[in-house]
């Protein structure tokens, strides 16, 4: 999918962390580090100190990341291991749909908070903004012309034209 996710991880300011590891729930039994695990090879990275603050990054998204996720990390007072509250990851895809001969819908696969704004694209170019999903004005039939959308505050990730 191309897209990236950062988890960060809330540790209380006084505590001196001192090591910290991310896992998720599909490896059941002990936690295990996700950097060693083949299914992220070279899309997780550890971001920030462990010190102040610890970031999960998952680059290059695929459907099976869909997990949650949790960081269990030792302090310099305690050598034993305190574990955290689960991170859900889940992902969506925007598309375009032709409704009617004039009429295209922005369409996800989830449910989307607020009063979203969609913005939509012809052929890569800003075309128009609306809390509507829907696009009615002046769709053309020409097939050399494409559509796009993307909802506003995310506009990085545009819907496949």
């Known amino acids: 999918m191309g897209s990236s996710v950062d988890m960060r991880c809330p540790i209380p300011s006084a505590t001196q962390v001192t090591e910290i590891v991310w896992y ?3 490896l059941n039994s002990k936690p295990y580090d996700l950097r060693w695990d083949p299914m992220y090879d070279g899309r997780v990275e550890y971001r920030g100190t462990t010190v102040k603050d610890c970031i999960l990054r998952i680059t290059d998204l ?3 990341d869909i997990a949650t996720y949790y960081f ?3 302090t310099n007072q305690n050598s034993e291991w305190k574990y955290s509250y689960g991170f ?3 992902l969506t895809d925007l598309k375009v749909e032709r409704i009617y001969y004039n009429t295209l819908s ?3 696969t989830c449910t989307l ?5 969609y913005i939509w694209y012809k052929n ?6 609306s809390t509507s999903p829907q696009y009615k004005y002046s769709v053309s039939s020409n097939y050399e012309d494409s559509y796009s959308c993307a909802v506003k505050g ?8």
């Open 113 to 117: 908070t607020g009063n979203p704004t």
């Open 72 to 74: 269990r990390y030792k």
């Open 124 to 129: 890569g170019q800003h075309l128009d903004e």
């Open 24 to 26: 998720n729930e599909r």
């Open 88 to 90: 859900t990851l889940s």
């Open 154 to 161: 995310h506009e990085d990730l545009h819907s496949p034209a």
């Open 106 to 108: 922005c369409s996800t």
């Open 62 to 64: 695929r459907q099976n």
